[in-house]
Every structure is written in C-alpha cells, then in structure tokens.
C-alpha cells in the first residue's frame, strides 16, 4: 500500500483528463454502438497513433515540434475516417469486418516503424496504454477546447447530419484522447458506458456519465493506493461499474410498474 501515491496534484490532473475523455467519448460511443461499428476507435486511435509514432521517427517529437505531431495525428485520424466514411457507403454489410482489418494493418504499420527504435517498446507501451497520470496543463487545456469544440458540434447539428460529420468529430476526438489516456481506456471510455446503459430510455447519458466518472476516480485512486499502472486498473473498475450498473438497468426496465 502506498499512501503517498494518493497525491492530489498528480490524480487531480489525471482525473479532469477522465472527465474531458468521457465527455465526448460517452456520446459518441452510444452512436458507435446503435451504428454497429465497436471496433472503429480502436482503429482511429491505432491509425492517429501511426501519425504520432511517424512524426517521432522523422525527429518532431515533443517541444518546439509539438504541433507537427499533433497535426500528423490528427491528419492521419482524419485519412481514415474519410476512408471509413467511404467503406461504410460502398460496403456497408461488411463495415465491421473492414474496421477490423484496418486496425490490425495499422497496429502492424506502427510496429514497423518502431522496429529501429530503441525505445519502440515503451512508445508502444504507451499508446495502448497511456500515461494518464503525467499529463500537462498545456495538454489538459488543448483537450479542454477541442472537447467544446466537438461537443458544440456534436450536439449542435452533427448528430443529425450523416455518417461524414460523425466520422470527422469521432476522429478528432479520439486523436487528442488516445494521446492522454491510451487506446485501452479510448476503446472502454466508448463502449463499457453505452453497454451498461443501454436499456434506459431517461437519463441515459446522465447514468453513462456518473458511472464512467466514477470508474475514473475510483480506478485512480486504487492505482495510486496500490503502485498500479493506472490505465489498466481504470479499465478494470469500469468493467465492474458497466456489469454491475447493466444489470441495474436491466433489472429496473423489467421491474413491474404500478
């Protein structure tokens, strides 16, 4: 047990990036899962981390180059939901299937450029995982307005205006996500709340966010009591709070009414 991991000036940050990844990602992810596509952030986070890892590779990483990796993943993100924007019009009984093939062509890619470095491991590491508890304020403030930014959009007029505008929003959203917390905690922060509330027809979004929130809070705070990588504890407790809230939902929906 480690109590002095409970450090509220590194949780307090890690928490708020929770928070700005479930505001977009909880909506988008009930859209994602009425159209049948769970599979396509994994895809669009594993193609925006091919245009962080091929920024690295070409010596733009971090400082001064900032920008340039930010542009190169969500340029990369913005490729393939354009591509996938157009699978879903030409082939959409196979849409799912093609997801998955883009995802494992992706995963490869990146692994082929990290090949020669040194570090590749931990680059890997930390896509698919993330380093929640480092990030920055600059970071936690890009987020922030690109978080307003989606929701405007999305709640404003995007979720009535087709499959173009979905796939442009969800690829923004998940570029600046997968980079703070890790293709892991994209792919549970999306699907595990629309799974587990999927069976209410009030306050949907309301039981989606509180549950989500409170994995975070709770899945950091045992990662911090315990030394524990953070990204993989947060999943865990989320899967809990999904079952255990699902089977919540389910059993008021079949409650008899009076």
């Known amino acids: 047990m480690n109590l002095a991991g409970l ?10 990036a929770g928070l700005l990844v479930l505001a977009t990602h909880v909506p988008l992810g009930m859209q994602v899962l009425d159209r049948g596509i769970v599979f396509i952030d994994l ?3 594993q ?19 900032a920008w340039v990796v930010q542009l190169s993943a969500v340029s990369a993100a913005l490729l393939g939901a354009l591509l996938l924007n157009w699978t879903e019009r030409r082939w959409p009984q196979i849409q799912e299937a093609l997801i998955g093939v883009l995802f494992v062509l992706a995963s490869c890619i990146g692994i082929l450029l990290l090949a020669g470095n040194p570090h590749g491991g931990e680059h890997l590491k930390d896509l698919l995982v993330g380093q929640i508890l480092w990030v920055s304020t600059t970071q936690l403030i890009a987020v922030a307005l690109l978080t307003a930014a989606v929701l405007a959009a999305w709640f404003g007029f995007a979720r009535r205006s087709g499959r173009l505008a979905f796939y442009v929003l969800f690829a923004l959203a998940v570029t600046a996500s997968v980079q703070l917390v890790g293709v892991y905690l994209v792919f549970s922060s999306l699907i595990i709340p629309a799974l587990a509330t999927r069976h209410l027809k009030k306050r949907r979004l309301l039981v989606a966010y509180a549950m989500s929130a409170a994995a975070y809070a709770v899945g950091l705070f045992f990662s911090a009591l315990g030394d524990w990588p953070s990204g993989a504890v947060i999943v865990l407790v989320m899967a809990v ?8 939902c389910s059993f008021s929906k079949s409650a008899p009414t009076s």
């Open 7 to 16: 450090d509220i000036s590194i949780l307090g940050p890690a928490f708020i």
């Open 43 to 45: 895809a669009i986070a």
């Open 47 to 65: 193609i925006a981390g091919i245009g962080v890892i091929a920024a690295d590779a070409m010596g733009w990483e971090g400082g001064e180059h």
């Open 241 to 248: 709070l999904g079952v255990a809230t699902g089977w919540a």
